[in-house]
T-cell receptor, first 111, second 113 residues
Framework: TQLLEQSPQFLSIQEGENLTVYCNSS?????LQWYRQEPGEGPVLLVT???GGEVKKLKRLTFQFGDARKDSSLHITAAQPGDTGLYLC???????????WGAGTKLIIKP | EPEVTQTPSHQVTQMGQEVILRCVPI?????FYWYRQILGQKVEFLVS????????KSEIFDDQFSVERPDGSNFTLKIRSTKLEDSAMYFC???????????FGAGTRLSVL
């Protein structure tokens, strides 16, 4: 069974600080996706990383896929209150594009 | 912009009753998925569907669950006899051929009393 461990589960920081969220697995994924989920809504895709070592930037968000395609990180620079939300990582299995989900990181940015 | 729509947004039912959760995937998509998320827990894969048949299902997807694409546009998840532990958010997703991006609906919150 493929598992994806996401940490931390909860993070509350002040506006302007930096933070990193991690997703780790013992399994290799064909790609890894990061989602943001608002209360009462479905997950919305932020980015997909495909190549080992790949780095993608989305404004103040930096996503990295590990060289071995087993882990990934999301780094937010100078966090803003608008970044508050639930961030989920999901590994994509080759065979059926089934998503294996992390437990999520609930992020609160205090003004 | 095309989107996946799910109805109802909230379903309340009594234990033992049958429920049908409905999804309208994006029109040219060929692969369909159901996931569930119990409150405070991670999203879990239930089933994938392609070419009018189940392509993969998880251990959660037991005989009480079934899926159907009755008319070429809707994709439904039926729970025959609901249990308290079926209470969760249920998300439908669809994907096009050759793409690894699944587009999610807003979910149906199922409350079993």
């Amino acid at each position: 069974t493929q598992l994806l461990e996401q940490s931390p589960q909860f993070l509350s920081i002040q506006e302007g600080e930096n933070l990193t969220v991690y997703c780790n697995s013992s399994s290799v994924f064909s790609s890894l996706q990061w989602y943001r989920q608002e209360p009462g809504e479905g997950p919305v895709l932020l980015v997909t990383v495909v190549t080992g070592g790949e780095v993608k930037k989305l404004k103040r968000l930096t996503f990295q896929f590990g060289d071995a395609r087993k882990d990934s990180s999301l780094h937010i620079t100078a966090a803003q209150p608008g970044d508050t939300g639930l961030y989920l990582c999901a590994g994509v299995r080759d065979s059926n594009y089934q998503l294996i989900w992390g437990a999520g990181t609930k992020l609160i940015i205090k003004p | 912009e095309p989107e996946v729509t799910q109805t109802p947004s909230h379903q309340v039912t009594q234990m033992g009753q049958e429920v049908i959760l409905r999804c309208v995937p994006i029109s040219n998509h060929l692969y369909f998925y159901w996931y569930r998320q119990i409150l405070g827990q991670k999203v879990e894969f239930l089933v994938s569907f392609y070419n009018n048949e189940i392509s993969e299902k998880s251990e959660i997807f037991d005989d009480q669950f079934s899926v159907e694409r009755p008319d070429g546009s809707n994709f439904t998840l039926k729970i025959r006899s609901t249990k308290l532990e079926d209470s969760a958010m249920y998300f439908c997703a669809s994907r096009n051929r050759g793409g690894n991006i699944q587009y999610f609906g807003a979910g149906t919150r199922l409350s079993v009393l």
